[in-house]
């Protein structure tokens, strides 16, 4: 059995400051504190700053050494001390930017177990922040190998949303184990041809001073651009590619590919029936929507709130197939247009977007509209109306069915209706008359509006999900 008595010594000790011989000063002034330390503790708790202890000269008759840690906030450092001594951190009521910032420093400092605590702590409480500074965090994760956790927490998001990055203003100042990381992964949500586009647009903007035009490239030219991609080449889908493509982005780069390696693309799309000797990477896993309104992004939310999901799906484990069965722009935007498609048809999904805007609005109907029962309505729990996410406009809006007996509409003399709620007055014209069948409004204002364009899809498990 043992006894303990005075677990917290070693914090009193630092309380107290009794015996100390170092100053430790953060932060800049008029913000600037000292904290009153002890080398002894520091030699077995942080090397870190014990050597920079014995690197520090006495300033003072009382042959007290001061180091002097400007770019550390005081906020950040108390955390730091109290974990020397204690053995503890306290995270409660410290803000998110704080807890970064602290990781940054325990990095610094070479406490391991703490950045690993540190980054968990950060993702599992704090995923919006992390989201809403995205770039910052991107970046400073890629500037050690131990910020492991944070790189796949980023590399998770851009492969669902390659967008965010590959089109981003720093996009081309990326480290290149962080471009790395993203293209090596199955699940990246980006056609081959454009990751190819993106990888060598980075390669090149990484040598100033290569030609501008690929006519006026030498030898050396395409060797230095080699030599800058050695490590990205090998995670290019080269056998994914269509033949158009091969052709007009690859071939024009023959020079940096190494020469078995072509002439294998070659043989896989001119005479697939000769064997090759490279290796084929498997197709990436990218869920696809054929709209002309929604993104795949969007149509994985759509699917989320089908299954109630409170966490949404991934794009890439998106569960439905989405097979478009009308489109305003092709088929036309008459009502019959609509009852002769669409007519009997069950878990329908129905997208339009609101003229000249970026709006999106729609809704779901599970048990479809039908023509038999004219003027009627049909009843049921599971539908729900709604407007999405888009450039201008920053939150979704899901409304779910309140009245059952009340949400879908079999009108003649309509397009898709959602009941008073929602519906297709005529061409190209939505309207929402008041709240009736559902939760609450998906739009600010009741009335008719203008769309650009309307689209209609049977959504259905997929086969391999």
Not at 300 to 317: G, P, R
Request: charged content about 25%.
């Amino acid at each position: 059995m043992e006894l303990k008595f005075y677990e917290n010594l070693s914090i009193k000790l630092l309380e107290n400051g009794d015996e100390h011989n170092i100053i430790i000063e953060v932060g800049e002034r008029p913000a600037m504190q000292t904290f009153k330390v002890h080398s002894t503790v520091l030699c077995y708790r942080c090397p870190y700053l014990y050597d920079e202890f014995k690197k520090s000269t006495i300033n003072n008759d009382d042959n007290i050494r001061i180091v002097q840690k400007p770019l550390i906030s005081a906020k950040v450092f108390n955390v730091i001390i109290k974990y020397i001594y204690g053995a503890t951190v306290n995270l409660e009521n410290v803000e998110s930017s704080d807890i970064f910032d602290l990781l940054m420093t325990v990095n610094e400092f070479q406490f391991e177990e703490l950045v690993i605590r540190l980054q968990t702590f950060l993702i599992e409480n704090h995923p919006s922040w992390l989201k809403l500074n995205f770039f910052k965090i991107y970046h400073s994760s890629f500037q050690t190998n131990k910020f492991k956790a944070l790189q796949n927490f980023c590399n998770d998001i851009i492969a669902q949303h390659p967008n965010m990055i590959f089109e981003s203003n720093d996009f081309n100042t990326l480290p290149e184990a962080a471009l790395v990381s993203i293209i090596q992964r199955d699940d990246l949500q980006l056609e081959e041809s454009k990751v190819w586009d993106y990888v060598i647009q980075w390669g090149t903007t990484q040598n100033i001073n290569l030609p501008l035009n690929l006519d006026d490239w030498i030898k050396k030219d395409f060797q230095i651009l080699k030599n800058t991609l050695q490590q990205c080449l090998p995670h290019i889908r080269y056998f994914q590619f269509s033949n158009e493509h091969v052709m007009k982005k690859i071939y024009p780069y023959r020079q940096i590919l190494e020469k078995d390696l072509m002439s294998d693309i070659l043989k896989y799309y001119i005479s697939p029936k000769e064997s090759i000797s490279s290796t084929i990477l498997p197709p990436r896993n990218i869920f696809q929507i054929t709209s002309s309104i929604i993104s795949n992004e969007h149509a994985t939310e759509i699917t989320s709130w089908i299954d109630k999901k409170e966490v949404a799906y991934k794009i890439n484990n998106n569960p439905y197939e989405f097979n478009l069965i009308l489109r305003g722009s092709r088929d036309g935007f008459e009502k019959d247009v609509f009852w002769d498609l669409c007519d009997q048809k069950t878990n329908i999904v129905v997208v339009a977007k609101v003229k000249d805007t970026d709006e999106i609005v729609g809704g779901y109907n599970p048990i479809g509209w039908n023509s038999n029962l004219k003027w009627k309505y049909s009843e049921t729990n599971g539908g729900f109306i709604f407007s999405l996410k888009s450039r201008n406009i920053k939150n979704f809006i899901i409304s779910r069915v309140k009245v059952p007996n009340k949400a879908i509409g079999n009108n003649p003399n309509c397009g898709p209706n959602f009941g008073n709620d929602f519906y297709m007055l005529r061409n190209q014209i939505f309207k929402i008359n008041y709240i009736e069948g559902y939760e609450k409004l998906i739009r600010k204002t009741t009335g008719e509006f203008p769309i650009d364009n309307y689209e209609v899809f049977q959504i259905s498990k997929r086969k391999d999900s």
